[in-house]
């Protein structure tokens, strides 16, 4: 029966069908052509074909030949529902001979499919990702063979690919053409809460895939000439030192340049000239702006320097302000993003800082894990963070309006009037405000065992709220972050005045000064880039100071010198062996003779500890902890390398669990190899402020947690409200359960 049918010749005009979808002009023609080419080699009276819809996890009816072509668009099957639904839950083809007859067959209603015995459905597949299902159909029963299953299947995995390319060419397509005034598509994502807050603004998206794909809106004729493009060009200095200014007010001056690279772009030369020169035959300035801004945007976009793709934004920012500036709108207006909601692809954490300084509302991330740096600062910075998977929201279009939740993690596209109104009480509520601070002044179990609860700090700017908040000390001062944010190394100077800074704040509390903690997802720009396969096991933390002693030293004179004439206690993180703590110790001691040698004041007898964040640690744990003079569990990087889980990544965040019983176990070695040691301990990974897990890591014998300042109001009502014994008695059976769900039980 095969033999009437050519389907080699089919594949062939499938694969043409790529170059067939130039002339298309919507998704939708496209498919269209597919299903009938299909149909016609296949002699088949039907084809169709669904798409799956991520989002609702259903399958829609995209493009029939032979079916009631109103039921497009109005076909829904929910996944494993009708044959179809079937074939793409299992991934597997189904042939039937007479399709009434299986217990799947659902005849869809004003299709008239019923007429239609033979049915042959395959998955369209891009690697794992459903993309829908390509389904053929004829009146003669068992009218496809096994060879007709196969060479749809092959079509299948063809056009999957040309699917997806056709999404994102009309996605480009989309991007280049003038913005329609046409309604946002209203829609639903659902995703994670990173950082609270609920929000409501217009959309800014960023990028679509990747941090290069951005352009200027192409500006309407401004009327501006040459005096308005100076006027402009001033108006957008005095905006960025004004925005510089007050970042620094808030902040701190370790976030002083943040603004200087759109200081300089401004101020270069070449770009000025570049716009003068066209200016000057009479050309429209705003036109003439956003040209020359896309022209340099395409360039750094395309730059095999990470540096310079990263300014891409920088740019795009830079030129919104100058056409607003010679649109005359907003002389004072420094905030670029002010009740923004900025939806990204991924974001950098100085892109966080920035974006707070210019009164961003609220930020959507697609992808990246809850524990990822960008994710920690924008807790720290108060500003609501949802994290999505569905990359379907880098195609909402600028401007619309969308309301953000970042209590229970979704994202709103045009809500209507009513969900805005049940809103309107978490609206009113002012974002990320956290429990509050703490209500007693220490912290103590019922029957009066004392915790001490301190703030991790990641920005200067947060140790005011640490103490606002109510905690007794720094227990994780991330020094990376001034590095982080920056357009090159902060000298050493630079650090000492930060380090200095922060223990003024402190005053008698204790401050624990964490070294370089960078690789991984926190990358220097400015670093000629070391581009690893698996950057979470490679030169990152520790490894990166020891190879990098220059840089290590500079940090450690830093901190040895902020530390003269009072205590100061310095923290290794990822140490993995002996030999690298007593190599990182023995940098130590070379700084101290160095300074000493130079007759620069500093603190000689620095209390040195280690992170416990690697598996190899918690087994040498004794000897670890015999040669520190404290240890801290940073487990959200214990977590990642216990369970082989990275902590970036969204498709395994579902096993990114913080109440494995793994995690406990190790927890309690390192407890128990403390004590043996009797040297203090402090955990100071996220899982310190969840309020079900802090009563088993007292239990378990902890008396010390480090945790962002506005969770500690929140942990120390858990724990004055807790039961010591009981708490023993819950954290012994948690250690003694093999599954995650028995833990789990015990919460
Ligand atoms: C940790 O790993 O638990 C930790 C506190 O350090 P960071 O989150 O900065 O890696
Ligand atoms: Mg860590």
Redesign the pocket.
Known sequence: MANNKDTVELVCSIAELSSMFEESHSLDEFLDAVVRTVAAHMRAAVCSIYLFDSYDQTLVLRATQGLNRESIGQIRLKMGEGLCGVALKELRPIRKAVASQSRHFIPVPGSFEEQYEAFLVVPILRGLKRVGVLVVQDGQPDYFTKDDARALQAIASQLAGTIENAQLLLSLRELHEESSPEAPVGGHYKGRAVSPGVVLGPASVWSFRSRGGQRLEPAAPSGAGLVEFRDAIRRSEHQLITVQRETEESLGHEVAMIFSAQQLLLRDEQIEGDMLRRIETGRDAGEVVAEVFNEYIQLFAASDMEMLREKVHDLKDLGHRMLRNLSSEGEDDVGDYHGHIVISAEFLPSDVVKLVAQRVAGLVMVGGGM?S?AS?LARALGVPLVIVEDDGVLHIRDDSLVLLDGIQGSLLVAPDAEVVESYRSLLEHEAGEGAGPVQHETTHTKDGTRITLSA?INLMGEVALAWTQGAEGIG?Y?SEFPFLIRNDFPSEEEQLRIYLSILEQAGERDVVF?TL?IGADKLLSYLPAWNEANPALGLRSIRFSLKNRPIFAQQLRAMLRAGAGRPLKIMF?LVSSLEELRAAKGCVAESIHDLCEQGIHCNTEPELGI?V?TPAAVELIDALARESDFLS??????LQYLLAVDRTNEHVADLYIDHHPAIFRSIRKVIDAAKRANIPLSL???MAAHPRIVPILIGMGLRSLSIEPRSVGAVQAVIMALDLAEAETKAAAVLRSDEIGQTLALL
């Open positions: 524990t740096h920690i991790n994780l991330r964490r903690d993180p992170m964040e569990i940073g487990t959200n990087d214990l100071c990974g996220e």
